[in-house]
């Protein structure tokens, strides 16, 4: 496994990394459905120091996320970059803290509810965390298990070559983001086709795998810094352009190319295969009666068109956190009725 001794980053072990990738918001996350992390078990391999795991588990609604690193004081890193985030998102003074506030209730919540609206990541300008230090993380029984950062956790492991607990469990979603290369220089085409079986197999039925695969040409200066990946080079056979032929062997549906983001060097595809079956996720209870709330406020607000329009004022909303749903109970000409606003994160429509 790579040390923090490691001065040569044969694995694409960058320490810094992303402050060559810069950006609040992943742009490969953005080219993805809106709903692909929801109520999922996601693991990110070769997660770095964690800045897109920490997104998939602080914005997309992830009941659990798993980043798994070679590198071990990449993986420090990113046990750092979680406090840090969480110590910049929006403090949780939300509607439903505001309720038991006014009720006067003492009861402790042990699962967030599901009205609990989306806190806002980067609250805080990151001077904050420099000038106070990082804030405490609430106790898992308190703020829950399934929401940020609680949902968060990380581990080193040359992932190819072991297993980690949490494999076990299998995954809805395996990411793997810019680390093809880095496996197939070292372990040449054995281990990449291995690295690809392998995710396959703790994927669920219905699961999804998403890969920004680097490019071949970028392969000659990775190759360069080191005499054993030289000579591996020379064995490889297989090229980029081959993964999607080789994955439809392993078992994966065919590949949906959701387009090429990046700057410069980075520019790369997203790709996104699955594995046949139906999805099993580990939806919440409380999400799910939220979901059938929904249902049921779009039956009874359809067809009533001409009440939707003598809106008069809000009289309360109600936000699920998985699902990214918002409706807004208004009263009207015949009495009380529910005015229902689906905000996802690429579209809003209003009903
Ligand atoms: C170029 S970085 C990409 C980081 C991140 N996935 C992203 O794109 O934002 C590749 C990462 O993969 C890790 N890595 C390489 N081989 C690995 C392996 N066999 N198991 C786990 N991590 C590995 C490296 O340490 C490095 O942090």
Same mark, same amino acid.
């Given at each position: ?8 980053p ?6 810094g990394?992303?402050a060559?990738? =810069?950006?609040? &918001? ?6 993805l459905? /809106?709903?692909?992390f929801s109520g ?9 120091? #964690?800045?897109?795991? !920490?997104?998939?588990a602080?914005?997309?609604g ?7 690193d070679? *590198?071990?004081?990449?993986?420090? $890193?990113? +046990? ?9 998102q929006? %403090? ?19 699962? %967030?509810? =599901? $009205?609990?609206?989306?806190?806002? %990541?980067?609250?805080? %300008?990151? /001077?904050c965390e ?7 993380? @609430?106790?898992? *029984?308190i703020? #829950?298990r399934?929401v940020? @950062? ?8 040359? +992932?190819?070559?072991t &297993? ?7 995954y ?5 983001? /810019? ?12 281990a ?11 994927l669920e039925p219905?699961g ?7 490019? +071949?040409?970028?392969?000659a200066?990775?190759k ?8 591996? $080079? ?23 190319h ?14 996104? !295969? ?6 099993k996720? *580990? ?11 929904f249902?049921?406020a779009? $039956? ?5 068109? *001409? ?5 008069n004022h =809000?009289i309360?909303?109600l ?7 918002r409706a807004?109970?208004?009263? #009207?000409?015949?009495?009380p ?9 690429d ?5």
């Amino acid at each position: 496994m790579a040390s923090s001794s490691s001065t040569v980053p044969i694995y694409g072990n960058y320490h810094g990394y992303y402050a060559k990738r =810069p950006s609040v &918001r992943d742009p490969r996350l953005a080219l993805l459905p /809106s709903t692909i992390f929801s109520g999922a078990r996601v693991l990110d391999v070769g997660c770095n120091e #964690g800045w897109v795991t !920490c997104e998939i588990a602080q914005s997309w609604g992830a009941h659990k996320v798993v980043g798994v690193d070679i *590198d071990e004081s990449l993986i420090r $890193a990113a +046990w750092r970059r979680r406090r840090t985030v969480w110590s910049l998102q929006q %403090p949780a003074m939300d509607e439903d803290a505001l309720r038991v506030a006014d009720t006067g209730s003492r009861k402790r919540r042990r699962e %967030p509810s =599901p $009205a609990t609206p989306r806190l806002q %990541p980067d609250y805080f %300008p990151l /001077s904050c965390e420099h000038e106070f230090g990082s804030l405490p993380v @609430p106790p898992s *029984d308190i703020r #829950g298990r399934h929401v940020f @950062p609680h949902n968060l956790s990380f581990r080193t492991a040359d +992932w190819v070559a072991t &297993r980690i607990p949490e494999d076990a469990e299998r995954y809805n979603v395996v990411v793997a983001f /810019s680390i093809t290369k880095w496996i197939h220089l070292n372990g040449g085409d054995e281990a990449l086709k291995a690295f690809f079986q392998r995710i396959f197999d703790v994927l669920e039925p219905g699961g999804t795998f998403v890969l920004e695969p680097q490019a +071949w040409d970028t392969y000659a200066k990775a190759k360069r810094m080191d005499e054993r990946l030289k000579e591996n $080079a020379k064995t490889l056979k297989i090229r980029p352009d081959d993964f999607e032929s080789i994955l439809g062997l392993i078992g994966f549906g065919p590949a949906q190319h959701f387009g090429v983001t990046g700057e410069g060097g980075f520019r790369r595809p997203v790709d996104l !295969c699955s594995v046949e079956g139906e999805a099993k996720k *580990d939806v919440d209870l409380a999400n799910l009666l939220c979901r059938s709330f929904f249902i049921i406020a779009f $039956a009874i607000t359809f067809p009533r068109q *001409d009440d939707m329009k003598m809106t008069n004022h =809000p009289i309360g909303f109600l936000h699920t956190g998985t699902f990214r749903e918002r409706a807004t109970f208004y009263s #009207g000409r015949r009495g009380p009725h529910h005015r229902v606003r689906l905000a996802r994160k690429d579209a809003t429509a209003v009903i």
